[in-house]
């Protein structure tokens, strides 16, 4: 069965600084990964996904996530974080059914 | 563009009672979806639909019921609401095909009492 990780609930970060958010996925074939945000007393948002071709993805927003087969992980990867920032943070894998399968959500707070 | 639109927003349901959460899109899309998020837990599927006429259950199917008569609409049906239906409802759309992106809706906030 199609599953994601993410192994942090809340991920801490001063502002300016890089920012990574992790996810891990187990799926058979090939993968289709997604990572969404949700502002509060908002719906998700797309933000960016990996179907094919170069790793390194970038979307929305200053956000990029690489894909790394060998390790089955998707981390969400932000340069120098911003306040605005600040949301859950959702990793997705879609299965062959088209279903979107969503891990548990990291929240990321970000300090002035 | 209005995207995917949910109604209502909010609501309180007392122990019991039946209400119709509604959903339309405007992209045309021939996938739809039905997710509850309660906290901790992400999303859960509880329905989904690959087309008008053609329903199926997700990983929560139970407690609900859905339709889909026109490629649009996809309306969730609470029967006889419980407080373990409390939670936040989200409708979801997209294209067919695996590596297309799924649109959601705001979000109908539910609290059964």
């Known amino acids: 069965a199609q599953s994601v990780a993410q192994p942090e609930d809340q991920v801490n970060v001063a502002e300016g600084n890089p920012l990574t958010v992790k996810c891990t996925y187990s799926?058979?074939?090939?993968?289709?990964l997604f990572w969404y945000v949700q502002y509060p007393n908002r719906g998700l948002q797309f933000l960016l996904k990996?179907?094919?071709?170069?790793?390194l993805v970038k979307g929305s927003y200053g956000f990029e996530a690489e894909f790394n087969k060998s390790q089955t992980s998707f981390h969400l990867k932000k340069p120098s974080a911003l306040v605005s920032d600040s949301a859950l943070y959702f990793c997705a894998v879609r299965d062959g059914t088209n279903k979107l399968i969503f891990g548990t959500g990291t929240l990321l707070a970000v300090q002035p | 563009n209005a995207g995917v639109t949910q109604t209502p927003k909010f609501r309180i349901l007392k122990i019991g009672q039946s209400m119709t959460l509604q959903c339309t899109q405007d992209?045309?899309?021939?996938?739809m979806y039905w997710y509850r998020q309660d906290p901790g837990m992400g999303l859960k599927l509880i329905y989904y639909?690959?087309?008008?006429?053609?329903?199926d259950k997700g990983e929560v199917p139970n407690g609900y019921n859905v339709s889909r008569s026109t490629t649009e609409d996809f309306p969730l049906r609470l029967e006889l609401a419980a407080p373990s239906q409390t939670s936040v409802y989200f409708c979801?759309?997209?294209?067919?095909?695996?590596?297309?992106?799924?649109?959601f809706g705001e979000g109908s906030w539910l609290t059964v009492v």
């Open positions: 979801a759309s997209s294209r067919q095909s695996s590596g297309n992106t799924i649109y």
């Open positions: 990996y179907i094919t071709g170069d790793n």
């Open positions: 992209m045309n899309h021939n996938y």
């Open positions: 639909s690959v087309g008008a006429g053609i329903t």
């Open positions: 799926v058979s074939g090939n993968p289709y």
